[in-house]
């Protein structure tokens, strides 16, 4: 089951000092039990005692609280961020959980149990028994239209939530359509409006009816929410403006996809562009079975 | 073919074998030591144990050697260490009116019983340069010991709260005292949260706050009506005991503010509390603490809030510079998937806002 990608580190050991993982059983439980309300409340944010890390806040900690509460010896670690498994915080929070767990570690979305996400849904579809962690920034959808936190409470537990249609309407007034890029508001299981993190308004129908499980930890905010596997997700719009997702004139450089998310690479200072899959594995993946036609 | 900028491993590492370098400077020049850090700096490490939530000088003053002098990285250090320390228990609450005190001033009254104290303050020097600090000077002539008093030193506020014009302040029930780092905080805060809060808050972000209610924003009358330093003992009851016994002391700085109030439906006019401690010798931040306790008491005492220091929610949410400065920095990790996304979306609004002029143009 591994290939040359997932080091075969299976019972290796993890660093002296610390709990498998980092966090004591007792967190773990703590946080487990709140992955489980999150769970049988779709979408609603279960506030949690999150930890301090030894990773800075805002740089993943919520995510990485659910990981190590979740991760066991035999699970198989994938950590993306913006997509790429290279960047330089998911190579950071990879190494921080292979040398805390000893865990197997892959870049393939196909071959992990678990993987860690920031702003990115991987192009290629989860299956069951997957468990994709987000690691959210701001967990509240309502905060840009309301900042306390006692009120965004109340609305959300009399689904109040008439103020997000006026904004997404004020904003087709004012732009002629809903002017969200990303951090997309979404409906869960026709309830709870829940943030989906700052992903690409792109990867909202992903969540939808997805059959993985969906944890989402923010620990300076100190919330989870989750969405379980097949659970409906709406992202919000009207009869007449309806939800859609950004589209590319091209295709990506270097697999020629058509249907990921590009970046857009400045290849020049003469306005020289190009346009790449932001999923370094779905990138990879397809040129591998195009036989990697391409050299220069 | 286009290569795809990596964020590899290596870059990483190198990164940290520079900074590891920088750390050390100049090989000519002597290591700092732990002790050094400890006694000549010594109000770094006060500061890094009170933000930070550690009574440990020796591994404050790791922190502040490893962080290159950088406090805010050196609390976090010291935080991130904290936090996978086991708790067996809640020591019983210090009795500052039992301290060994170094230093104790009041601004309410010109002498009170055990006198004032000047003890080790930056108080009344001229702030000029001494070039012979820079000379690494001879040893300094001692301190005139004064009369060690052997009288206790009450505290200024219970003087006050004989005559009752002091409110009294009781634990409103016998619960065990929260932890802002075991619970999330929910709002309204009870004032042992709130206290423990702003005890780890940001000490210029306090100043700041307590500044503006002295500005206007929100004033609520202040005197210092007693700032002391000392030991304390702290004493814990082991289960198996049933009676408590003394782990050790620790340095503490407490600041009780004095505040003017002119009553409610429930209580007389008297003066009100605010209050301010921290581990070590932290003055400043003891009184900004205690200026900022008293605004968020404004609810409380049915006084009109309406400036930011007295704004729970915003005063709390906003305190902890750890939280501040992850999420701040945060901003230098990669965004180019949102970034990616607004291009297209701004680039399209460009393209319609484009067509509907050229339409005008035409129309024209």
Redesign the interface.
């Known amino acids: 089951m591994t290939s040359d990608e997932t080091t075969a580190a299976f019972g290796a050991e993890h660093v002296a000092g ?1 709990n498998f993982a ?1 966090l ?1 059983e007792q967190t773990k439980r703590m946080i487990r039990r709140a992955i489980l309300k999150a769970i049988a409340i779709p979408g609603y944010q279960v ?8 990773l ?4 993943g ?1 919520g995510g990485i609280q659910v990981t190590a509460s979740v991760i066991g010896p035999d699970d198989v670690l994938k950590v993306i ?4 498994d ?7 929070i990879r ?1 921080f959980f292979a040398k805390t767990t000893g865990v197997a570690t892959t870049e393939r979305t196909a071959e992990a149990t678990l993987i860690q996400t ?3 849904i991987p192009e290629t579809p989860l299956r069951e028994g997957q468990v994709l962690i987000y690691q959210v ?1 701001i967990p509240e959808p309502l905060r840009w239209l309301e ?4 009120e965004t409470r109340k609305m959300h537990a009399l689904a109040e939530y008439g103020v997000m249609q006026v904004s997404l309407y004020e904003d087709i007034a004012r ?3 809903i ?1 969200k ?3 997309y508001p979404v409906r869960v299981h026709a309830r709870y409006i829940t943030s989906p993190s ?5 990867d909202n129908p992903k969540m939808d009816r997805n059959p993985a499980i969906q944890l989402f930890g923010a620990g ?1 905010e ?2 989870i929410y989750a969405i379980p596997p097949y659970t409906a997700v709406e992202s919000l719009d009207f009869d007449d403006y309806p939800f859609t997702v ?3 004139p091209e295709s990506c ?2 697999c020629g996809a058509t249907d990921s ?5 400045v ?1 020049n200072d003469k306005g020289g562009r ?1 346009f ?1 899959c ?1 999923d ?1 594995d779905y990138c990879a993946g397809r040129r591998a079975e195009n036989g990697e036609e ?3 | ?2 290569v ?1 900028v ?4 290596r ?2 590492e190198n990164a940290h074998r520079l900074l590891a370098e920088e750390r050390r400077g100049d090989p000519a020049v002597p290591e700092l030591t732990l002790a050094q850090i400890d006694q000549q700096l010594a109000h770094a490490v006060d500061r890094v144990m009170t933000e930070g939530s550690l009574y440990d000088r020796e591994l404050a003053a790791l922190a502040v050697k490893q962080a290159r002098g950088d406090l805010i990285e050196a609390i ?1 250090l010291l ?2 260490y ?3 320390l ?1 708790r067996f228990g809640a020591s019983e609450p210090v009795d500052t009116g039992e301290m060994v005190v170094r230093r104790r001033i009041s601004a309410t009254f010109k002498d009170i019983p055990g006198g004032q104290v000047l003890g080790p303050t930056f108080d009344y020097t001229h702030r000029l340069l001494d070039f012979t600090l820079a000379a690494e000077g001879a040893p300094v002539a001692a301190a005139e010991e004064a009369e060690q008093s052997v009288a206790a030193m009450p505290r200024v506020t219970d003087i006050l709260g004989r005559d009752g014009l002091f409110e009294a302040e009781t634990a409103e029930d016998d619960a065990p005292v929260g932890d802002v ?8 805060a009870d004032r042992d949260l709130r206290l423990q809060v702003l005890a780890r808050g940001d000490e210029g972000f306090l100043l700041a706050l307590g500044y503006s209610t002295q500005r206007g924003y929100g004033n609520n009358h202040p005197f210092a009506g007693e700032i002391r330093l000392g030991e304390v003992d702290v004493e814990f009851v082991p289960e198996e005991l049933g009676f408590p016994v003394e782990l050790g002391e620790v340095t503490v700085t407490e600041c009780q503010m004095v505040n003017q109030f002119k009553g409610s439906a429930t209580m007389p006019p008297q003066f009100t509390r605010g209050y301010g401690l921290t581990f070590g010798h932290c003055e400043r931040k003891a009184m900004s603490m205690a200026l900022v306790d008293r605004a968020l008491r404004a609810r409380e005492l049915g006084e009109e809030a309406a400036a930011p220091a007295q704004d729970e ?1 915003f005063v709390l ?1 906003h305190a902890d510079n ?2 501040a ?6 901003l230098k ?6 970034f ?6 701004v680039r ?2 460009r393209d ?1 806002a484009e067509q509907d002029n050229s339409r005008k143009v035409a129309a024209e």
Do not use: C
């Open positions: 610390y980092y004591d506030p949690f005692g999150s930890r301090e890390m030894p800075p806040y805002g740089w900690t961020d913006q997509g790429a290279d960047t330089t915080n998911a190579v950071s190494a920031r702003h990115r920034p900042p306390r936190e006692s732009y002629g359509r002017a890029a990303y951090n700052p992903i690409p308004k792109f300076r100190r919330r950004e589209q590319w450089a270097l998310f590009l970046d857009e690479i290849t190009m790449i932001s370094t391409t050299a220069a | 073919m286009y795809a990596k964020g590899g491993e870059a990483i976090f935080r991130a904290r936090t996978t086991p780092t075991r619970d999330p905080l929910e709002f309204p929610e949410a750890v939280q400065t992850g999420f701040v920095e945060h990790l990669p965004h180019y998937v949102d990616q996304a607004e291009l297209v979306m399209a609004m319609a």
